[in-house]
């Protein structure tokens, strides 16, 4: 079985950092592609960024481009989210997210196999 632990959530203000990690473990974990996801209260939840690890390449929604930054360790286990200049609008649960098979609608909740439980970003004006 494969756990994601995400960390560095927090309370910020707005235009501030923060960085979230996201380190996974377990038996066999082998991943073609590790991504984050945010789920603010009532909506969705919506793809943020996304790594792909033969590749190097990285994939970002609109709104973050220019002020996240995602990158990932040298083992490929853990996956960083560098978020600058954050908005009020970026309050959200932000979910790791990873997968064996890099999907070309890798910003599809359903091409990610395991998930982690969470970790709170709250953004004050």
């Known amino acids: 079985q494969v756990q994601l632990v995400e960390s560095g959530g927090g309370l910020v203000q707005a235009g501030g950092s923060l960085r979230l990690s996201c380190a996974a473990s377990?038996?066999?974990?082998?991943?073609?592609?590790m991504g984050w996801f945010r789920q603010a209260p009532g909506k969705e939840r919506e793809f943020v960024a996304a790594i792909r690890w033969t590749t190097g390449s990285t994939y970002y929604t609109d709104s973050v481009k220019g002020r996240f930054t995602i990158s990932g360790g040298n083992a490929k286990n853990t996956v960083y989210l560098q978020m600058n200049r954050l908005k009020p609008e970026d309050t959200a649960v932000y979910y790791c997210?990873?997968?064996?098979?890099?999907?070309?609608?890798?910003?599809?909740?359903?091409?990610?196999?395991?998930w982690g439980q969470g970790t709170q970003v709250t953004v004050s004006s």
């Open positions: 377990g038996r066999t974990f082998s991943s073609a592609v």
């Open positions: 997210a990873a997968s064996t098979a890099f999907r070309l609608t890798y910003y599809l909740r359903r091409s990610y196999d395991d």
